[in-house]
């Protein structure tokens, strides 16, 4: 019984560390994107893209940016991936840190999307 408790302790603070670890830095996201330059695409608020067609990053869900970010970076030969030749370049650029430093800030930002009604 000792030995099952201590796992699922280990498991929980292994968990809390990953969970705080996935959170993102919203500060460096800012940077990043500034780097990245994807504001040139998505608008300067994130919110206005050059192109409709282009996704509203601001406010978006953050483990939806995750996703949508590491899926550009499998393409479209990977399991969930997607293919966009523009986003594919970009992405494959960003490191593990910069995908979740991004979808950190981009969900920080105020947005007039209805994400639940």
């Known amino acids: 019984m000792k030995k099952t408790l201590a ?8 968990s809390a560390f990953v969970s705080a670890h996935a959170a993102g ?3 460096a996201g800012e940077a990043a994107t500034k780097k ?16 409709p ?13 995750q996703h949508a970010l590491i899926a550009y ?9 997607r293919s966009n ?6 992405a494959k650029a960003l490191s593990h840190q ?12 105020p947005t007039t999307l209805v994400l639940r009604k």
Request: hydrophobic share 35%.
């Open 7 to 14: 796992g699922v302790a280990f498991l929980l603070s292994t």
């Open 85 to 90: 030749a523009i986003m594919s370049g970009q």
């Open 53 to 65: 067609s282009y996704p509203k990053l601001a406010g978006q869900p953050q483990d939806y940016l």
């Open 25 to 27: 830095n919203i500060a």
């Open 98 to 109: 910069d995908v979740q430093d991004i979808a950190a800030y981009l969900h920080s930002l």
């Open 73 to 81: 970076q499998r393409g479209s030969d990977g399991p969930n991936g």
């Open 36 to 51: 990245y330059a994807c504001a040139s695409c998505h608008g300067a608020d994130f919110h206005s893209p050059i192109d």
